[in-house]
């Protein structure tokens, strides 16, 4: 049995103000650096004129030079940054709610529009501490188990017994139609082999999966 942890349940944010400067905290699930970044991408296109964007994450990692050891054999990729704030005012406290809540699989990003005031560099750690704390309270914690993903790309005749296969599962995925039919599919780790191998069988080895 693959070990199950602890991360947020959907997307969501949690605004306040301290001394005129507004925070917004952001967070949402992400299981890749990519999907990580692409978070931080978005909220920092989406607050282009803010002061700050801070963020910080913590998700599997592909090389271990740059992680630390999350549960069973799970390598974590944790990052932060100050984004222009006082040197460890702000992407390490709000990296070190994370570690403290035992989240993973997260990314999060703090927005701040600046509200004349300067908050000195415990106040800046309060309130990025903050934002991160009440945006993980408002999305809730739950227990999740390791998914993988691959890539089923199969025939048109073929593409009726995959999708059947899929739904009867019970698996996460999204289909494309176009030459041929692709299969985006998201499994717990510990059913993917099974999976894979009845596709195998009901397309008698047709399907290419990656």
Avoid: W
Avoid at 97 to 121: C, K, P
Avoid at 190 to 196: C, F, K, M, V
């Amino acid at each position: 049995m693959t070990d199950a942890y602890r991360t947020v349940a959907g997307r969501v944010d949690a605004r306040f103000e301290v001394n005129g400067s507004e925070f917004i905290g952001y967070v949402s699930p992400a299981e890749t650096v990519e999907e990580a970044e692409a978070f931080v991408t978005e909220i920092e296109e989406r607050h282009p004129d803010a002061t700050h964007n801070v963020p910080a994450y913590r998700v599997p990692a592909g090389s271990a030079s740059s992680s630390v050891p999350g549960e069973g054999s799970v390598m974590l990729r944790e990052y932060q940054s100050d984004d222009g704030e006082p040197s460890g005012s702000s992407g390490k406290p709000a990296l070190n709610v994370l570690v403290q809540q035992d989240v993973r699989n997260v990314a999060a990003v703090v927005t701040r529009y600046y509200g004349g005031t300067n908050l000195g560099v415990g106040g800046l750690a309060r309130a990025y501490s903050r934002a991160v704390k009440e945006a993980l309270d408002a999305a809730g914690v739950v227990e999740e188990i390791p998914h993988e993903r691959f890539t089923v790309t199969v025939e048109y005749d073929d593409s009726g017994s995959v999708r059947g296969l899929l739904e009867s599962a019970g698996v996460e995925f999204e289909a494309a139609y176009e030459a041929d039919v692709s299969f985006e599919v998201r499994v717990p780790v510990e059913d993917g082999p099974e999976l894979r191998d009845r596709i195998r069988s009901a397309t008698s080895g047709r399907a290419n999966i990656e």
